[in-house]
């Protein structure tokens, strides 16, 4: 069952070359994503297609319109309905005003079986009217405010396909690396063996699987520890992470990862 995604969009020209590239375009082609993007503008009744306007009361900027929103989610819905009796949509709108947007829900996202339908503003703000009558589900993509919904609409969507079972060539891939476990990566390496006068790891040339793993879970449990130690502190671990940590406190910033002809 793919993840299936419309973008209702006054700038699909802005969204097309991303989905097109990549992992994203990659698993669109087998068949696990499915994204429609679709053009606001064709939702407008009038000549000059107009989906903003002047704000009520004055002010700055423009806002986008409800009732071409209102008309497209309509839209989708009778299409869907046709399609795929019983089948709802879930609307989202990234908004800075939104949920957070965390791996967790990312996950519940890429496992969602409902169509998930990102109204995408644009300008200063879309007329409160859609938040009324639609009730869509605000998502943050962090503290900062972004031109558009677009950009957080992508990034949502690239954040829930790679954890889709199939996307990722390597089924463990998405879930050895950040968050996943809730710890950050292990520093990856690739030829040359040598850049600069900085050498890899000599564990890694080892061949020695046993060895590299504990070297790769040490070097993850360092990274948490000295970057985001929020993210150690009220994890339960088991004997080896424990005795792993401990060393690494031990250790203090001499073992840091990042010198890396030393190894820890
Ligand atoms: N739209 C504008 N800024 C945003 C943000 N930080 N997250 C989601 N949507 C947004």
Known sequence: MPMRCDLITLFPEMVLPVLGQSILKRA????????????LRDYTLDRHQVADDAPYGGGAGMVMKAEP???????????????????????LLPSPQGRSLTQHLAEELGRERRRLVFLCGHYEGIDERVRLALDPEEVSIGDYVLTGGELPALVIIDAATRLIPGVLGD??????????DLLLDFPQYTRPPEVQGLAVPE????????????????????????????????????????????DIVREGARGTSVKCGEEG
């Open 69 to 91: 929103i209102l008309r497209a989610v309509d839209a989708l819905r009778r299409e869907y309905h046709e399609t795929v009796p019983g089948s709802s949509l879930r609307l």
């Open 171 to 180: 089924p463990e891939s998405a879930r050895a690396e950040s968050f996943a």
């Open 28 to 39: 669109q082609e087998k068949g696990l994503l499915e994204v429609r993007v679709r053009n």
């Open 203 to 246: 564990v890694l040339l080892s061949g020695d699987h046993e060895t590299i793993r504990l070297w790769r879970r040490k070097e993850a449990l360092r990274s948490t520890y000295l970057k985001r130690p929020d993210l150690l502190r009220d994890r339960l671990l088991n004997e080896e992470d424990r005795r792993l940590l401990d």
